[in-house]
């Protein structure tokens, strides 16, 4: 079930968080398991199997690891550990790239071959990862292994994070699982950031997604250069809107129910290099990449060659996490160049222009790279970016074209606005302004529940969007 | 894990708010009976879901539920009123589900993409009848749609439907049967009410309009009846509107009763026995109150008149004609509407065995470009004929 359904908002939360209330603390892990498998076995039973599966496989590897790791059989350590990643990654391979491992293997061959494998389980990529950051932290020595299988099982299958991650690294929540402070602040402040991710990912992504399905509805062959930027702005800004949102409502959930977890979007809109942008945008996946596959591979502590043959490897396998298509690999072949060549080649260069430029640039860059993201082959893909470019199509602005710019520009502007860094200095300055004219206490009494007020608003707003669009589904849920 | 929210100064304002908003939802949709049928959005709603093994396991339990929830939420209309607000009236998104949002109230449909090759045969199986009745008076109108005639209304840049200019190509395509275009006299009266706000189809004085010009090629005087208007609704919420989801606005419709009253009897092919009148007031207090005229959409109508005058119609149509035929009422003893969406019999068998001596087409643009039945209804007979 997708956090933003009805369904979810409306009595799975509500129930949740009054059960959670209800529940003394020895018991609440249990409660959130049972609501997790709950909220698995929702959207499809053998999904929870699976899963199920997942986790007691990975809680004896653990253990073995840890006892192997306190023995000191370095060998037969590594030899568990490579044959506990590559069962899950197997797992995620099958489910996810055996079609498309087939069919390229076939098409390479020149035979025909039709496999069905049964439905993507949800939350696969985000669980297996999970996993994977368990055994790799245990292996290393970085954290214990969890004894209670219940614990353990919460770690992989916790609710708000299951479907869409974040990937949250075992080290930065097992000590969570059995200590974490329930204080008001954090269950007010998850509340906040759950509508505020709700409101990102119905209504303005939801606004944002008519303006891009308008032009994906469009012959790409028949585009003019407003029509392919209008499509091209609109995706970047919802895909930001959509899986930011998403992200905020993952955190915001596991602060109500006690779990501090990183954020996994900063303004990466706002960065002035791709170098920046990847530090500011799905940062969970991007921190999982570094710890356990480009460090582990040495890193840039190594010649150049090599360090670019690191980078390159997790590039590829960045780009194919998205997805089992080959613009994915084309997208994270993209950014590897930039990121190399910002690294290597503009290293002085790019400190001397201006940082609003930088920023800018960089928003370009991955507008650019959304494009080939959002294709459905690499075909589509060539002929879109031609057309953003004026190439064919139907030059520089065609009736289509302007109709969703014309419609779209107040709408577009809003989201770059929102997208940045602004609202939130705003508010911010707001905050240090009433501070500073009535005093600090007086300002937070009154701030309370005018910020509840506004965010009631929003909540309703959210709510309109749910029920009228009932269609709509979780961008990076297909990931 | 410890509760100390009683310690900090913070308050749980927000998540107080967000429990009491959920949940007062949650109990007044509990307490609002199921609805089965939705007059705004003009469907039926989902009802409790039912539990299947099959349905846990693949998840479709869980899609029947959310399914039940968003169609028996609470004032669920006021909700995507209020959605459309924000999509609309803040964001500036003019086109819903397919359709314009237009300036002053007006919803026109965005005009279908159609085959060309299914339109030629259509056209040819057209040509084949008329060369085949040729003692039968014919004729045919292809009515243009709200958005090639109200391009004034239209929102800014919308797609330019390129009717008008295929109205004439068809017509021009034509052979042995008369032909009227409409589009110019609809252009110079586009600044009235031709059409629906709420509706793709024309209002009833749009059809007036339509009928002065079908006249001549009928051999009948339109000014030989006056009529009078009767306005029958000042609240028709059309399909339109169900649509895009914008209700603001709600039309009228008039009917015009020619003056001097001819007796008719309204035999409706799927339904036994006569009605004394075309018009079914009982429509007017459902959602579908177009259906005044005649009761919506049927295989085959017929109307027996004491007009007098020998002539029997055959009117080959979509639902735009459903209006019309109140002008017709007092020139024709018979008049037989063929719906060829809904209708399996043949032209051949109809108009021989009906005497047929007048043959109107009559149709909206978009309908006649898109809808394949009408060749299945000519060819067909024509075809079996021929065999």
Known sequence: MPLSELFFVFIFLPAAIILYRLTPDRLRNALLLLL?????????????????????????????????????????????????????????????????????????????????????????????????????????????????????????????????????????????????????????????????????????????????????????????????????????????????????????????????????????????????????????????????????????????????????????????????????????????????????????????????????????????????????????????????????????????????????????????????????????????????????????????????????LLMLGCTAFMISDTVSSFLYAQF | MKDNHQSKKTLLWTTCMFLCIVICFDIVSLIIPDRQFSETENRMLAGPPEITGEGLIDGGFGEDTAKYLSDQFAYRDTWASMSFFVRHTIFHQNEMNGVYIGSDGYLMLIPSEYDPDALRQKLDAVNLVAKKYIHVNQCISVIPNAAAIMRNKLPEYARKSGQIQKIREINDSLHGIKTCDVSGTFRQHRDEELYYHTDHIWTTYGAYLAFREIAPMLHIDPDSFSYTIQRVSESFDGTLASKSGCHQYKDVIEIYAPKKETPVSVHYSEIDGMKGTIYESSFLSTKDQYAVFLGGNHPMVTIRTTAGTDRTLLLIKDSYANCFVQFLLPYFDQIILIDPRYCFDTVDMIITQNDVTDLLYLYNADTFMTDTSLTDFLTFSSSQDEE
């Open chain 1, 36 to 456: 997790s498998l709950f909220f698995i076995a929702w959207g499809s039973l053998s999904d929870v199997i699976l899963i199920a599966l997942c986790i007691a496989f990975n809680y004896f590897t653990a253990l073995e690891l840890d006892h192997l790791r306190r023995s000191d059989s370095r060998i037969l350590k590594k030899l568990v550990l490579f044959s506990g990643i590559a069962v899950n990654a197997g797992m995620l391979i099958f489910f996810k790239y055996f079609v498309f491992l087939i069919n390229n293997v076939c098409a390479v061959i020149g035979t025909e071959f039709s496999f069905t494998v049964p439905k993507v389980p949800v939350g696969i990529s985000f669980f297996t990862f999970s996993a994977i950051s368990c055994l790799c932290d245990v292996a290393k020595g970085d954290e214990n292994a969890v004894r209670n299988p219940l614990d353990f099982a919460l770690y992989i299958a916790f609710f708000a994070k299951i479907t869409s991650g974040p990937i949250v690294k075992f080290r930065d929540m097992a000590r969570q699982l059995n200590d974490r402070a329930m204080t008001a602040e954090l269950t007010e402040s998850g509340m906040k950031l759950f509508i505020i991710g709700l409101s990102k990912k119905v209504i303005m992504a939801g606004c944002l997604g008519f303006l891009f399905d308008g032009i994906k509805a469009q012959d790409p062959a028949s585009l003019s250069v407003a029509g392919a930027w209008t499509g091209a702005l609109a995706y970047s800004l919802m895909l930001y809107y959509d899986f930011s949102g998403y992200s905020d409502m993952a955190i915001g959930l596991g602060k109500i129910f006690g779990f501090s977890f990183a954020k996994n979007f900063d303004h990466p809109y706002s960065s002035v290099s791709m170098t920046d942008f990847w530090r500011r945008w799905h940062i969970s996946l991007g921190a999982w990449f570094r710890d356990y596959v480009y460090i582990p591979l040495g890193g840039s502590r190594v010649g150049r060659a090599r360090n670019i043959f690191n980078l390159s490897v997790v590039w590829l396998l960045t780009g194919l996490w998205h997805g089992a298509n080959w613009t994915f690999v084309v997208w994270g072949i993209y950014h590897l160049l930039l990121l190399l060549l910002e690294k290597f080649v503009l290293k002085g260069l790019l400190d001397r222009i201006p940082s609003l430029l930088r920023a800018a640039m960089t928003f370009l860059l991955a507008v650019i790279g959304w494009t080939v993201f959002f294709s459905d082959n690499i075909a589509y893909a060539g002929s879109y970016l031609l057309r953003m470019i004026g190439i064919g199509g139907s030059g520089l602005a065609d009736r289509t074209g302007l109709f969703y710019l014309n419609g779209g520009v107040f709408l577009l502007v809003c989201a770059i606005i929102g997208a940045t860094s602004l609202p939130s200095a705003a508010l911010g300055k707001l905050d240090r302004l009433m501070e500073r004219r009535i005093d600090k206490r007086a300002a937070a009494q009154l701030m309370q529940p005018v910020t509840a007020l506004l965010l009631a």
